[in-house]
């Protein structure tokens, strides 16, 4: 492979990236992936001698940067709110984002009785909730969904903090695992137990 069609290839990656970024649903990927993307392309353009196209770059990298520190001073505030299952808001949420929820937990059936409902606020925006059963302080998971902008672990972790105020020790989810909710279950530190997988809080 000669180098023209390296540096060509070199080229097309970066705008990859840059198209790529677009699709992410979490605005700091979108702001990490576009910086990559941009500054592949900022390189290429330097190569090829394209310099409108380098400032334009540039002018991205920069403002991505300086967004992302933004994003990352700003101290997002998470509020778990204790609702009833059959609460309308909780239903209006469910149903807002129901084909989503179907992709995560293709076990739930809409309508499926819930002893115990929690709701993630970030900053007064609904972000996440968490529906299931609990006995002698084991909460045994229906459904415990972010919304896609929150879609980073925060919601979770906003849960499993407050959880035990609620006398909540152990959580427990023995649903159908879908392969785009396996990352998660991982990443929060459930581990396999009993056909289940399993996360203690205390």
Known sequence: MNTAVM???????????????MLMSSIVRLRIINTIGSTISA??????GAFPLVLMN??????????LIKLLK???VYDMVPASPDDAFVT????????????????????AAAGQA???????????VLLGQAEDGILDIMIDYSAP????????????????????HTLR????????????IHKMNFVPEDGAYIRRLV
């Open 58 to 67: 540039a002018c991205l990298i920069v403002i991505n940067i300086f967004s």
């Open 149 to 168: 902008a929150y879609r980073d672990c925060s919601v979770g972790a906003c849960l499993y903090a407050k959880l035990p105020d609620q006398k909540i």
């Open 118 to 128: 929690y709701l993630v606020c970030c900053g007064g925006n609904p972000a996440g």
């Open 92 to 111: 209006y949420f469910l149903q807002r984002y129901a084909d989503d929820i179907r992709k995560y937990f293709p076990g739930y059936q809409p309508g």
């Open 74 to 76: 700003s101290r997002q």
């Open 43 to 48: 390189v290429y353009a330097v190569i090829c």
């Open 173 to 184: 989810f023995a649903q159908e695992l879908s392969e785009t909710h396996k990352a998660y």
């Open 7 to 21: 540096i060509e290839i070199f080229g097309y990656i970066g705008s990859g990236l840059v198209v790529i970024s």
